[in-house]
């Protein structure tokens, strides 16, 4: 990196990261300013604070943000970029891990044992394109949210080898399920930029994509603020997005259980997954997409 002047690192940093957060001017942000806490920044937010970051300052930080908390961080992370340490153990284009068949055929012996384990109501299954890939949006209420989606789907209507997901880095060691799912790790408390990198790179390569908008699992049950990722990678992938509405999951499955149930006084516990219509971005901005989709997941759920 070439500057002339170390403060015009500060200045340009403190400007980018001013025009990415609606709630502070850059007289507000200081070094002391968390990106998550203080400045409510998301996935979408550390990715486009990097791109620009990256272009303006013809630097490379992508893969170098692990433990970046601060707009400080940011400023030193930048000015010493030849010799900071990349603290991530992993590479991320190694992922989607490689499916073999063993992979393949675990994946399909699960989602037939769901369908009968749990008594599935599946709507909307026309609604899922056949002439293209696209990113499935569902709310998110258990660590089988996933699985239970592709069931719902079916082995015939969907290409298990060519689907992909976001995955947080604590599934890493359990691999045969990252392999299974074409799990992508990232970090929801730290840097995501790789992840989403990776993310559309696959989409541009046809896989078909699923994020939890909400970003993590509910833990009341009900539905949170979708964060805009899913519509960033839409917009720029040009794919469209399908809302999915899951219930009955959090019932099976809630966040204090270490395993979920499998038969109540009355039988199977009923799961419904619902499948909206296709939303195209149509020159819409990430925000607009993004409340759209919700919306869209919200009202699925009267169909229930």
């Not at 012996?109 to 569902?138: A, E, H, Q």
């Not at 689907?163 to 992508?184: N, S, T």
Request: negative net charge.
């Amino acid at each position: 990196m070439k500057l002339s002047e170390a403060q015009s690192v500060e200045e340009t940093v403190l400007q980018i990261v001013s025009s990415l957060t609606r709630t502070e001017t850059e007289e507000n942000i200081s070094h002391n300013s968390r990106l998550k806490h203080d400045l409510g920044f998301d996935s979408l937010n550390l990715l486009e604070m990097c791109v620009e970051i990256e272009s303006t300052l013809s630097v490379s930080i992508e893969n170098k943000m692990g433990s970046i908390k601060t707009v400080g961080d940011i400023i030193s992370l930048v000015k010493n970029s030849d010799d900071y340490s990349h603290d991530v153990e992993y590479d991320i284009e190694d992922y989607p891990l490689a499916k073999t068949n063993k992979h393949l055929r675990k994946l399909k012996r699960f989602m037939l044992l769901s369908r009968f384990t749990w008594y599935f109501k599946v709507k909307g299954l026309d609604n899922l394109p056949t002439d293209g890939n696209y990113i499935l949006c569902p709310n998110h209420q258990s660590y089988y949210d996933t699985f239970w989606v592709l069931a719902a789907i079916g082995h015939k209507r969907i290409n298990l080898s060519k689907i992909c997901c976001l995955a947080a880095e604590m599934f890493l060691p359990y691999k045969d399920i990252m392999a299974m799912l074409g799990g992508i790790p990232v970090e929801r408390s730290g840097n995501t930029v790789p992840a989403m990198n990776r993310a559309l790179a696959c989409i541009n390569d046809g896989y078909t994509m699923l994020i939890f908008p909400e970003g993590t699992r509910t833990r009341d049950r009900k539905i949170h603020e979708f964060k805009g990722g899913a519509a960033k990678l839409a917009i720029d992938a040009n794919v469209p997005l399908i809302p999915v509405r899951i219930e009955g999951a959090w019932e099976i499955f809630p966040p204090h259980r270490k395993r979920p149930k499998i038969f109540g006084w009355r039988g199977s516990y009923p799961l419904s997954i619902i499948f909206g219509e296709p939303i195209s971005h149509n020159d819409k901005s990430i925000e607009e997409l993004t409340i759209e989709l919700q919306n869209a997941v919200e009202v699925l759920g009267n169909s229930v």
